[in-house]
């Protein structure tokens, strides 16, 4: 798989449903972020999980990271309408900071349902 | 929420013409990226810039591309002569050491259609 390659590509439950969403990469990370874009929209930061932390919470927001596995998961509980959006993670390799090229994979796209 | 700012929202340039991108980075930020996402493609990292001089490229940031930070605030991007496949959101990206533990904001984006 490319690194940072998300599954499932596309995912659409109920409103109120948990929606879960997954990472794989390929090479050793600084850290992982996920982003949330809105059709034709910019990149808003959801949240930042290091490669020494196992688990990360955030509102309705939770993700985990397991680098032994190399991938993530972004759980996002009870959904509503306004989460229907693409949802990318894309990590950050080991390198200097200030370059921190980040990968991001091809996405998920979450639709709920009303 | 910190915001980096991008102009313009969209820009319609003929084939060939110069184009030029700009972003506010947050004000504290002192490392910018540019990245760029081809219409239903992934989001993919073009340049960073830090202290004035270019950090990383990536092999699409080729002799065509340049940027620059003209008045210490701004921070742009330059096609000098745009072919179709330049037709992307451009994002501007900025981060700070230490800051929101190391998070980087992405603008809203400028939508380019090279026609």
């Known amino acids: 798989s490319q690194q940072g390659e998300e599954d499932p590509q596309a995912l659409s439950i109920q409103e109120g449903e948990n929606a879960t969403m997954n990472c794989s990469y390929k090479?050793?990370?600084?850290?992982l972020q996920w982003y949330r874009q809105n059709s034709g929209r910019g990149l808003v930061h959801l949240i930042l999980i290091r490669s020494n932390e196992r688990e990360k919470h955030s509102g309705r927001l939770r993700v985990t990271l397991d680098t032994s596995k190399k991938s993530s998961s972004l759980l996002i509980t009870a959904s509503r309408a306004a989460d229907t959006a693409s949802y990318f993670c894309?990590?950050?390799?080991?390198?200097?900071?200030?370059?921190?090229?980040?990968?991001f994979g091809t996405g998920t796209r979450l639709t709920i349902i009303p | 929420e910190p915001e980096v700012t991008q102009t313009p929202s969209h820009q319609v340039t003929q084939m060939g013409q110069e184009v030029i991108l700009r972003c506010v980075p947050i004000s504290n930020h002192l490392y910018f990226y540019w990245y760029r996402q081809i219409l239903g493609q992934k989001v993919e990292f073009l340049v960073s810039f830090y202290n004035n001089e270019i950090s990383e490229k990536s092999e699409i940031f080729d002799d065509q591309f340049s940027v620059e930070r003209p008045d210490g605030s701004n921070f742009t991007l330059k096609i000098r002569s745009t072919k179709l496949e330049d037709s992307a959101m451009y994002f501007c990206?900025?981060?700070?050491?230490?800051?929101?533990?190391?998070?980087?904001?992405f603008g809203e984006g400028s939508w380019l259609t090279v026609v």
């Open positions: 090479t050793s990370i600084n850290n």
């Open positions: 894309a990590t950050d390799g080991l390198a200097n900071f200030g370059n921190e090229k980040l990968t």
């Open positions: 990206a900025t981060v700070s050491p230490g800051v929101d533990g190391n998070t980087i904001y």
